[in-house]
């Protein structure tokens, strides 16, 4: 059982940034590919950003593409989601989802997910 836990989120000014985090519980963490994903109410879970397990590779949504940076330590079990330029629209909770098991944009290619973080950008 791998567990995942984020932190980072909370409220931010539309242009703010934050930096997300997640830290996993397994040992295999540096050969995982990881994601994150975010739903905001009334709506489905959407997909946000990928990275590989070694962080040679990154995939965005077009809609974070030049604001959020994905990036991983895998030392530290760790990957992290720098959020700049943060919109209203970007209000959700963010969920971090590890061990891909088949493609890299639908939440049901990852086999775990962590609770998620509220992110909140407003004025």
């Known amino acids: 059982q791998v567990q995942l836990v984020e932190s980072g989120g909370g409220l931010v000014l539309p242009g703010g940034s934050l930096r997300l985090s997640c830290a996993s519980s397994a040992r295999t963490f540096s050969s995982s590919d990881m994601a994150w994903f975010r739903q905001a109410p009334g709506k489905d879970r959407e997909f946000v950003a990928a990275i590989s397990w070694s962080g040679g590779n990154t995939y965005y949504a077009d809609f974070v593409k030049g604001r959020f940076t994905y990036s991983r330590d895998n030392a530290k079990k760790t990957v992290y989601l720098q959020m700049n330029n943060l919109k209203p629209e970007d209000t959700a909770v963010y969920y971090c989802?590890?061990?891909?098991?088949?493609?890299?944009?639908?939440?049901?290619?990852?086999?775990?997910w962590g609770h998620g973080t509220q992110v909140t950008v407003s004025s």
């Open positions: 989802a590890a061990v891909r098991v088949a493609g890299w944009r639908t939440w049901g290619d990852y086999a775990y």
